[in-house]
């Protein structure tokens, strides 16, 4: 009787020991995979702000002929009588 | 058979009694009393506490544009005492890493020590290229690096960190503490090859990420800026250039430039003054645009009428020293506003005479002179301005039309701004608000405002400028639609011994539209060759100006009228 429940015990230990560390494993993996989705969200976030760099923005439309106006005239508008401008 | 002597016996037994007893009370000693110091001892070796670092949070424009940022990067270390062939190592670590064969082969030979850096933050892709040669007594750290991905935008202002990720220039440094963050803590339980054993990692305390900044700088507006600013510099053949770009509403800095700037992610390659803010570290006489100062005390203290007139000669001596008009010219009937819209220094130091030392000594105190803004910039230039108890005669003249004394761009465009805003000053500043790790904004809080002048007194001045860029020195800062109102000016430049040499700072600092002010422009350029403020500065000003208008939707608004002149127009 003593032997057996020794042995259960021991099964038990040895079980829950081992669930223990599967759980950590678990635990590592899921920090690794966070850990490669901020560097993944990381990088996107400099490729946004480097494609979105006024530089490269100018140079990109340089090179397809565009250029800032010379001259900008503003011409206000009046309002109209009725109340609409 | 003999039976072995009893004395031989009892010898026996009591070696062996003793050695039981050394034995038990070794253990004794080992078990009760250095207990601790063994347990200790085990759990040094097994348990080691590693600082986690806290992610160095972002500088952002006012749009959310990212100015800085902080990527993931490695460390790459050598121990010595390991590396067993020197020269082939370096061959083969320098290349990629772009360092010096013979550098990277002293770092291998490092005497007595088994940890030196070869390089660090290099790019994760990097680090793994390094460690797939596997080199002996090679490794790699995980680490962090700043990023500009901006480049050289607002450089100067957002400033750069060292190697270590400490601010060591601009708001990288003035808000070192709480861009860095706090580090956190973990307790690592390891095996005997040294590997972390699974479920032994415990974090003690996790790191807190510092909190970003989000400025008042407008990312683009601060681009097209440097734009004009680098073309106006190289137009002009100029030394270098500054520019402000306010609301004098709300003293925002919407862009802040220097020019020659520099590239912060290759700032140890740069030249050392180009990482200088010079719009807010250095002092330079202001020149004529101090006139709209000398012009502000006549009007507040009442000592000068805008309708009263002057007879303005050409020259005027006093205490032996000559001064005189840009232009020659004969004796003059001029008002307060032709002088400020002409330019005349020796017009306002008949006006400077009217006012007297101690109310423009004083009007100088009440816009700021000499001492720093409160924007906190690291290094802010106070400015030198002569105590007024000590001025002399000459001493009230010059300084009346900016020699003799000395302020920042950052101070002269407040002045400004102060105009603008009705007489009411607003300190200047460069940072919204910071952002903390859980996206809650905490503004930075304003200074309490202060009036300078009274409204009525801005509102005459603001005449005289809008006339000055009508009628007067200013024409080339004219916009189509608009009605610009500011100042020019020429400031001979002194040398380290304070004698004046034949080099000028040509300025026009201005505002638009006149009667509602929306924007505030300083525009700086340092020895053009061109030397004059309304020739070299102005259209640096009216480039400037028409894009903040394009940028910021500003409308025309009604003009003001001119204010009391005899002078004819150009």
């Known amino acids: ?85 | 058979m003999t039976r072995p002597p009893a004395g031989r016996l009892v010898a026996v037994l009591v070696g062996m009694v003793l050695a039981l007893g050394g034995i038990v009370a070794r253990l004794g000693v080992l078990q009760v009393r250095e207990s601790g110091t063994y347990e200790a001892l085990g759990v040094e070796q097994r348990v080691r506490t590693e600082q986690l670092s806290a992610t160095r949070a972002e500088i952002l424009d006012r749009n959310g544009s990212p100015l800085a940022m902080t990527l993931d990067a490695k460390d790459i270390y050598a121990n010595p005492v390991l590396v067993t062939d020197p020269v082939g190592e370096a061959t083969s670590l320098a290349p990629p890493l772009g360092l010096k064969e013979r550098d990277v082969e002293a770092a291998l030979r490092t005497p007595n020590t088994t940890f030196v850096y070869i390089d660090r933050g290099v790019t994760p892709d990097m680090a793994a290229q390094i460690s797939a040669l596997a080199l002996p007594g090679i490794g790699v750290l995980p680490s962090e690096r700043r990023y500009y991905p901006s480049g050289s935008i607002a450089a100067q202002t957002v400033g750069v960190v060292n190697v270590d990720g400490s601010g060591i220039t601009g708001l990288e440094e003035q808000y070192n503490t709480a861009l860095a963050g706090t580090p956190g803590e973990r307790t690592v339980e390891l095996s005997a090859t040294g590997q972390p054993i699974a479920g032994g990692v415990q974090v003690d305390e996790e790191p807190q990420a510092g909190a970003n900044l989000e400025l008042t700088i407008d990312r683009q507006m601060q681009f097209q800026t440097q734009v004009y600013l680098r073309q106006a510099v190289a137009a002009n053949h100029a030394k270098g250039g500054s520019v402000i770009v306010m609301d004098p509403r709300t003293g925002e800095i919407y862009a802040m430039a220097t020019y020659p700037t520099f590239d912060p992610n290759a700032f140890s390659t740069a030249n050392p003054s180009d990482l200088v803010n010079r719009a807010v570290t250095d002092a330079w006489e202001p020149g004529s645009v101090n006139k709209t100062v000398t012009a502000a005390a006549a009007l507040s203290s009442g000592a000068v009428r805008p309708s009263q007139t002057f007879q303005v000669p050409g020259t005027r001596t006093i205490e032996g020293y000559t001064i005189h008009d840009a232009e020659p010219h004969g004796t003059e009937t001029m008002t307060l506003g032709d002088i400020v819209a002409h330019s005349s220094n020796v017009g306002i130091s008949l006006v400077a005479d009217r006012v007297g030392n101690q109310r423009l000594a004083q009007t100088f105190h009440a816009f700021g002179y000499g001492e720093p803004t409160g924007v906190g910039f690291p290094g802010e230039a106070s400015g030198v301005v002569p105590p007024g108890d000590q001025w002399s005669d000459i001493t009230r003249a010059t300084v009346s039309f900016g020699a003799g004394m000395s302020v920042s761009p950052l101070q002269m465009a407040s002045v400004y701004a102060t105009v603008a805003n009705g007489g009411v000053y607003v300190r200047p500043s460069l940072v919204h608000a910071t952002v903390g790790a859980d996206g809650v904004a905490t503004p930075v809080p304003s200074a309490p405002e202060h009036r300078v002048l009274s409204r009525a007194t801005s509102n005459e001045l603001t005449q005289m400028l809008a006339y000055a860029v009508k009628d007067g020195t200013g024409i080339n800062a004219q916009i189509s639609g608009y009605q610009v109102a500011g100042k020019t000016g020429t400031a001979k430049k002194v040398d380290a011994q304070g004698k004046y040499i034949d080099r000028y700072v040509a300025s026009f600092i201005g505002f638009l539209p006149a009667s509602q002010p929306r924007v505030v422009i300083a525009a700086i350029l340092d020895e053009p060759r061109t030397v004059y403020g309304g020739v070299a500065a102005a259209p640096l000003f009216q480039h400037i100006a028409r894009y903040a208008i394009q940028r910021m939707g500003i409308e025309p608004s009604a003009p003001v009228v001119m204010p009391p002149h005899r002078l004819a127009a150009p």
Do not use: C, K
């Open chain 1, 1 to 85: 009787m003593v032997a057996v429940l020794a042995a259960v015990l021991i099964i038990g230990i040895a079980s829950l020991s081992a669930l223990f560390v599967q759980s950590s494993f678990s635990v590592d993996g899921l920090q690794t995979s966070l850990s490669t989705l901020q560097q993944q969200n990381t990088d996107l976030r400099e490729q946004v702000a480097q494609a979105s760099s006024p530089q490269r923005v100018m140079a990109w439309a340089r090179a397809r002929g565009m250029r800032m106006p010379d001259h900008v005239i503003t011409l206000p508008l009046r309002s109209a009588p009725g109340g609409g401008a």
